[in-house]
């Protein structure tokens, strides 16, 4: 029996609190793949929010033929890339967009913290977060799934319907994309 068949079943049955349950396990990965993709916290909320409403539609497709992880996070993928579409924003072109979602310098900040570390640290996710603009939806999609979900490339393959040799070239290309501009941000030599 498939790891995910109890649950796919549950909700198919409209068991009570079985939805809560799949849309709990996979939240988290909807918004990543939203996220990287769109790169707008309202339109993300929308979009995960219409992935959930999709997978409750076509739950009974799902023929277990890959994980339900990746199954969601394909319909999570082509929600995010055709509502790219919609606004004309190639997923495989480099961003332009310059708005800065980093965390506020302070927030968090309690008696004990090395405030010197914690500055540091604000100051590197800042470089970080405005190199990943700089990379396509694409890119930052895949180096978020590969890199902070720890996905397989084949469940990336899976995930998106790109070929393995296109996400392991997109990848190759986003790393040195993202090197090149950590380089330029925090102006350390190559």
Same mark, same amino acid.
């Given at each position: 029996m498939h790891p995910d068949q109890p649950l796919v079943?549950?909700?198919?049955?409209?068991?009570?609190?079985?939805?809560?349950?799949?849309?709990?396990?996979?939240?988290?990965?909807?918004?990543?793949?939203?996220?990287?993709?769109?790169?707008?916290?309202?339109?993300?909320?929308?979009?995960?929010?219409?992935?959930?409403?999709?997978?409750?539609q076509k739950l009974h497709q799902f023929r277990f033929d890959c994980s339900l992880a990746s199954w969601i996070g394909r319909v999570a993928?082509?929600?995010?890339?055709?509502? *790219?579409? +919609?606004? #004309?924003?190639?997923i495989d072109e480099a961003a332009t967009r310059s708005e800065d979602d980093a965390p506020e310098l302070l927030d968090g900040v309690a008696d004990g913290v090395d405030l010197e570390a914690e500055l540091l640290r604000d100051d590197l996710l800042r470089h970080v977060q405005s190199a990943m603009r700089t990379l396509s939806p694409l890119q930052r999609t895949l180096l978020t799934l590969y890199h902070g979900d720890e996905l397989s490339i084949a469940e990336i393959v899976s995930m998106?319907?790109?070929?393995e040799g296109t996400i392991k070239n997109? *990848?190759? +290309?986003? #790393?040195?994309?993202?090197?090149?501009?950590?380089?330029?941000?925090?102006?350390?030599?190559?």
């Open positions: 079943e549950a909700v198919l049955a409209r068991r009570h609190g079985a939805f809560e349950q799949l849309l709990q396990r996979h939240q988290k990965l909807v918004w990543h793949v939203v996220q990287r993709m769109v790169m707008d916290a309202e339109d993300t909320r929308e979009l995960s929010q219409e992935v959930f409403l999709r997978v409750y993928f082509s929600i995010a890339t055709r509502h *790219l579409q +919609r606004r #004309r924003v190639p998106t319907g790109q070929p997109s *990848l190759f +290309r986003a #790393r040195q994309r993202l090197r090149t501009a950590l380089q330029r941000s925090i102006e350390v030599p190559a």
